[in-house]
């Protein structure tokens, strides 16, 4: 079976060392992140050298009065083409490597349990 493409949507504003942890965890799990999506509120916040990530990221700034909850996430979704999209938000820093396979519980290898 083929492993599903994920990627991941994150909205951030003012991203902190939390971010970063996040990041280098995303670029850890077993299953691979094909794309991060970082929907940024305000350019002067977001100093892309302070947070290295050795996949592919994308980040589009925005002006605060663009930002909206669902929008905002939905803007990333659209922007993908992935099999699957994983939501976070700027501190939600994975506790270990299986973030990702969790996706796999919806039709790529797991059988669902009910």
């Not at 492993?3 to 990041?23: E, F, G, R, W």
């Not at 100093?47 to 803007?75: C, L």
């Not at 659209?78 to 501190?91: E, I, K």
């Amino acid at each position: 079976m083929e492993t599903p493409v994920i990627d991941v949507i994150i909205p951030v504003h003012k991203p902190d060392k939390k971010y970063a942890a996040l990041l280098k965890m995303l670029e850890k799990q077993s299953v691979k992140v094909r794309c991060v999506y970082v929907i940024n509120t305000r350019k002067q916040y977001y100093n892309s050298g302070s947070y290295p990530y050795n996949g592919e990221i994308k980040v589009k700034h925005i002006e605060p009065d663009e930002f909206d909850h669902g929008r905002t996430r939905n803007d990333g979704i659209m922007a993908s083409d992935a099999d699957y999209c994983l939501l976070m938000t700027q501190d939600a820093v994975p506790a270990d490597e299986l973030l990702v396979p969790v996706c796999r519980i919806f039709g790529h290898g797991y059988e669902q349990v009910t």
